[in-house]
């Protein structure tokens, strides 16, 4: 980009045409139409076009002719008293991080102003020279726009080792000065579709030392904005489109016109999809297993819907480091919350079963109770008169004779009952609780169903970058499963 610039000044410098063109890496935009052509100075009828001659030619040096031109020139004064028109051009040359959290960027790119300053032609003085390149010693001596990044947190000019400025001026007072800069800058977030969002950065150009009745800025006509490459291999961002524009800010001092650069980066949700969404789906399959298991494993069953709640809630720890405190909603904590919500209630359903499953058991044990309770013999008061005669001692013998006599025969008797084939029959087959199978059954097709429907209806943004054909598929044959289980069941 530098040196198709310095080769379109250096050709309009001679006097040639040039038909603008325009980047190829910009996306929709309007373009900036140069008021008048600041590089081409129009030769008055006194003065001569100077002439070339390399027969007697002795090139002047830069440093003598820089001297020369430096003699009498005041940068504190303007190159005219009109407005001095100032284009502006940038390059981006990189783009290293996009900070969530502190809402910034950081780029590298190269900015150019060219404006006409008349008081350094040297066309007179040294006709065949093309152009003068002077140090960045040069450019504290000469007048400038002092254009800045006036929304920058911080903006540095490269070192490397010294300060990479490019100062040129042209035969005919046409300057260029180039800086290669780092700028952290702002950008505007909106996290309500996140991880789906897109992130819109900023940049904001002005002469901060000369208001609009001193100094213009346009943008160059051929090539106001460009990149050296279109992707930048940031990790989790990709540029998108790039928009530029200018305005006009009015302050307590005066107006002064202002160039806008908007970069807009959409966010690569691999990372997320890989790392967020199927490890918290697969944690609420995890806890829809216990719909499988038998109704009085409650160990087995708490253990399992408490685990997938706990590797949920530390998947959702680690995501919610990465991003700053927003006072919204986001999408992301919708789907959180929803499987949380799924995991909750499968521990309903579980306590719900368990309940009934508590409820069921007392009742067994209370019935059983009174079944002993009955078969057990009563005390008879039985009366001996023949071999006592009135002996207390006899009778007490004879009564403890008869009780435990009783005593063993009703022991007896139920041994028989519970040895009976009935009794152990009974003992094998205890029968099932029904409501708690039928409670279970009925999650088990009831929770994916929902599960599917909300993914489509609650969570249109996810359409088109889940896999729901893959998890239909899988709802579809958890549900076979459970009808296939119940028809065996009735079997």
Same mark, same amino acid.
């Given at each position: 980009m530098?040196? +198709?610039?310095?080769t379109?000044?250096?050709a309009i410098?001679m ?11 910009l996306a ?8 008048q052509?600041?590089?081409?100075q129009?030769?008055s009828?006194e003065?001569?076009t ?6 007697n030619?002795n090139?002047?040096k830069?440093?003598?002719?820089a ?5 009498n020139y005041?940068?504190?004064a303007l190159p005219?008293p ?26 590298d790119?190269?900015i150019?102003?060219?404006?006409l ?6 066309s007179h ?7 003068l390149s002077?140090d960045?010693d040069?450019?504290?001596?000469l ?14 000019v490269h070192? +490397? ?5 490019l ?11 180039n800086? &290669?800069? &780092?700028?952290e ?6 996290l ?9 950065c900023h940049?904001?150009?002005e002469s ?12 160059l ?9 279109e992707d ?11 928009n ?12 002064w016109?202002?160039l ?6 959409? &966010?690569l949700?691999?990372?997320y999809i ?9 944690s609420v ?5 216990a719909?499988?298991?038998d109704?009085?494993a409650?160990?087995?069953?708490i253990?399992?819907?408490v685990? +997938? ?8 720890g680690?995501?919610?480091k +990465?991003?700053?405190?927003?006072s919204?909603?986001?999408?992301i ?7 949380v ?33 009955t ?23 004879? &009564? ?5 006599d ?13 040895n009976s084939p009935?009794?152990?029959f ?9 409501f ?5 059954r ?8 929902v599960?599917s ?18 998890f ?11 009808t296939?289980?119940k ?5």
């Amino acid at each position: 980009m530098i040196y +198709s610039i310095q080769t379109i000044l250096l050709a309009i410098s001679m006097g040639q045409e040039v038909e603008p063109t325009s980047s190829s890496h910009l996306a929709s935009h309007e373009r900036v139409a140069p008021s008048q052509d600041i590089i081409r100075q129009p030769t008055s009828p006194e003065e001569p076009t100077p002439f070339c001659n390399y027969t007697n030619y002795n090139e002047t040096k830069a440093q003598d002719l820089a001297h020369v031109l430096m003699t009498n020139y005041s940068r504190n004064a303007l190159p005219e008293p009109n407005p001095v028109n100032v284009t502006v051009e940038i390059t981006i040359q990189d783009i290293s991080d996009i900070s969530a959290i502190t809402g910034t960027f950081v780029i590298d790119f190269w900015i150019s102003a060219i404006w006409l300053d008349k008081r350094l032609k040297f066309s007179h003085l040294d006709p065949c020279r093309k152009n003068l390149s002077l140090d960045h010693d040069m450019e504290p001596k000469l007048w400038s726009p002092n254009v800045c990044i006036v929304n920058s947190k911080a903006t540095k000019v490269h070192d +490397s080792p010294k300060p990479n400025i490019l100062l040129m001026i042209f035969p005919n007072g046409t300057t260029w000065l180039n800086y &290669r800069i &780092r700028s952290e800058a702002p950008c505007t977030m909106n996290l309500e579709r996140f991880p789906l969002d897109r992130i819109e950065c900023h940049l904001i150009l002005e002469s901060y030392s000369y208001n609009a009745a001193e100094v213009t800025l346009q943008w160059l006509a051929w090539s106001p904005v460009s990149a050296v490459r279109e992707d930048f291999n940031l990790p989790d961002f990709k540029l998108t489109n790039i928009n530029y524009g200018s305005v006009t800010e009015v302050y307590t001092a005066g107006i002064w016109h202002r160039l806008s650069v908007s970069i807009t980066f959409e &966010r690569l949700y691999g990372f997320y999809i890989l790392q967020m969404y199927l490890p918290t789906y697969i944690s609420v399959f995890i806890s829809w297993i216990a719909f499988w298991m038998d109704t009085r494993a409650l160990p087995a069953r708490i253990t399992l819907s408490v685990s +997938s709640l706990m590797a949920l809630t530390f998947q959702f720890g680690n995501i919610v480091k +990465s991003l700053p405190r927003a006072s919204y909603v986001k999408a992301i904590d919708i789907w959180m919350f929803s499987c949380v919500g799924f995991i909750f209630f499968s521990l309903v359903e579980l306590a719900i079963v368990a309940y009934n499953d508590k409820i069921t058991d007392q009742r067994n044990r209370h019935s059983k109770r009174e079944s002993q309770d009955t078969m057990m013999p009563r005390e008879e008061n039985v009366s001996f008169s023949n071999g006592c005669n009135g002996d207390h001692r006899c009778t007490r013998h004879a &009564r403890g004779a008869v009780l435990m006599d009783n005593v063993t025969r009703s022991r007896m008797s139920l041994q028989d009952g519970r040895n009976s084939p009935v009794a152990r029959f009974t003992r094998r087959k205890k029968p099932r609780n029904e409501f708690g199978a039928r409670v279970d059954r009925a999650a088990s097709i009831g929770f994916p169903v929902v599960s599917s429907d909300f993914i489509r209806h609650i969570q249109p943004c996810l359409l088109d970058v889940l896999p729901l054909d893959a998890f239909d598929a899988v709802s579809g044959t958890l549900m076979e499963h459970v009808t296939a289980h119940k028809i065996e069941t009735l079997q």
